[in-house]
């Protein structure tokens, strides 16, 4: 893929502690065209948050290369947007104040980046909320705070680490819908992290199905389901089929189709 938005070649981790060799991650290529949305679904332990710390620029890989549109990228940070598995809002800080912190630390002025985030807030589900602290709202509510955070940082590349992990399933799927409309919004490339395989088929173009020891990407399985998507899509066939596929490839039960 000649117009890549995003390219692992050869990205491997391998951690020494006292002595011995743990690898994290075997070597990986991965490309990943602009404007789609993939997840990433695998065992805990398997490197997902791994693959991301390495395409933020926060660990150095201990081999290979990660490209943004063809331009080496390796350990720089600042080149995409991160949401992290624990991602906190700053409690002294205001709903609009920490939706507005992502770009003030970009070097936007506060008023500034107070002026872009008020409209957002109102359109996606936090108007009202503005001047409240994040102490007193709901999971999802501080969920939609944070994603909206990192979104405002003008990358095209946003890595979303288990953004809905901790909510009940109803908040979840509400949190689904809002994040699709956003997605259409955007414009965005997205990487998704989850443990939930009837998200990620629900949210993506494409799942990528990692294992653990190596961690290493065993399965890409595209999805080829029209958007806009609804609720509805989850009990059809197809969808059942999708999501079949995965649970078994986690489960060890299927042989991959291609090897990733
Ligand atoms: N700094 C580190 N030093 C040593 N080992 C590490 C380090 N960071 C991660 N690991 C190990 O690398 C492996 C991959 O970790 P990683 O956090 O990427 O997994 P994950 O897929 O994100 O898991 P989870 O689903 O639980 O979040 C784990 O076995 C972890 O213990
Ligand atoms: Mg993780």
Not at 8 to 22: A, I
Not at 100 to 123: D, F, S, T, Y
Request: hydrophobic fraction near 45%; include cysteine.
């Amino acid at each position: 893929m000649a117009n890549a938005k995003l390219a692992l070649n050869d990205v491997s981790m391998v951690f020494k502690t006292d002595g011995q060799e743990f690898t994290a991650l075997a070597p990986l290529d991965l490309e990943i065209e602009g404007g789609r949305f993939i997840s990433l679904i695998g065992p805990s332990g398997c490197g997902k948050s791994t693959i991301f710390n390495i395409v933020a620029g926060l660990q150095p890989p201990s081999s290979g290369k990660v490209l943004i549109d063809g331009r080496d990228a390796t350990g720089m940070i600042g080149q995409v947007g991160y949401m992290l598995q624990k991602d906190l809002l700053l409690p002294w800080r205001t709903v609009l104040d920490n939706v507005a912190l992502g770009m003030e630390i970009r070097g936007v002025p506060l008023a500034e980046g107070r002026e872009r985030a008020a409209p957002l807030l109102k359109r996606y589900g936090l108007g009202g909320f503005e001047m409240r602290y994040p102490s007193s709202l709901s999971g999802g509510m501080r969920q939609r705070a944070a994603l909206l955070r990192t979104l405002l940082v003008d990358n095209d590349v946003v890595l979303l680490d288990e953004p809905f992990g901790a909510l009940d399933a109803q908040t979840k799927a509400s949190m689904q819908e809002w994040l699709l409309q956003l997605f259409g919004d955007f414009g965005r490339t997205v990487i998704f992290v989850t443990h939930d395989v009837e998200e990620a088929v629900f949210l993506s173009d494409e799942v990528y199905v990692m294992a653990s020891r190596p961690g290493r990407v065993i399965d890409r399985m595209p999805v080829d389901l029209p958007r806009p998507r609804d609720r509805s899509l989850v009990s059809t066939p197809r969808f059942v089929a999708m999501k079949k596929y995965c649970l078994d490839l986690l489960h060890g039960a299927a042989a991959p189709a291609e090897a990733a």
